[in-house]
């Protein structure tokens, strides 16, 4: 089960990506959901795409041929820390 307290928010620009990066996970079998992205967080559209952090490897190849910029906030094991971490651009 995704919990934002053991969750990566990839970041997109616009919904259309994000639910074009849903799909790619999909295809892959990388278990994921469309969510708004956090409060506070920087995503012009205000949709993310959420992976449990067990996964976050698994999804890397979806998001290095995504043809758009996508940034990731993961948040760590202990509750309520987010903390940005890159895990790919293009």
């Given at each position: 089960?995704?919990?934002?307290?053991?969750?990566?928010?990839?970041?997109?620009?616009?919904?259309?990506?994000?639910?074009?990066?849903?799909?790619?996970?999909?295809?892959?079998?990388?278990?994921?959901?469309?969510?708004?992205a956090?409060?506070?967080?920087?995503?012009?559209?205000?949709?993310?795409?959420?992976?449990?952090?067990?996964?976050?490897?698994?999804?890397?190849?979806?998001?290095?041929?995504?043809?758009?910029?996508?940034?990731?906030?993961?948040?760590?094991?202990?509750?309520?820390?987010?903390?940005?971490?890159?895990?790919?651009?293009?």
């Amino acid at each position: 089960m995704l919990q934002a307290k053991d969750a990566c928010y990839v970041l997109v620009r616009t919904s259309t990506e994000g639910f074009d990066l849903y799909q790619r996970f999909v295809d892959a079998s990388v278990p994921a959901r469309v969510t708004p992205a956090p409060h506070g967080m920087q995503a012009c559209c205000g949709t993310s795409v959420l992976l449990d952090l067990e996964v976050v490897d698994a999804a890397r190849p979806a998001i290095e041929v995504a043809p758009y910029p996508i940034g990731a906030s993961c948040a760590s094991r202990a509750p309520s820390t987010l903390r940005a971490t890159r895990i790919a651009s293009v």
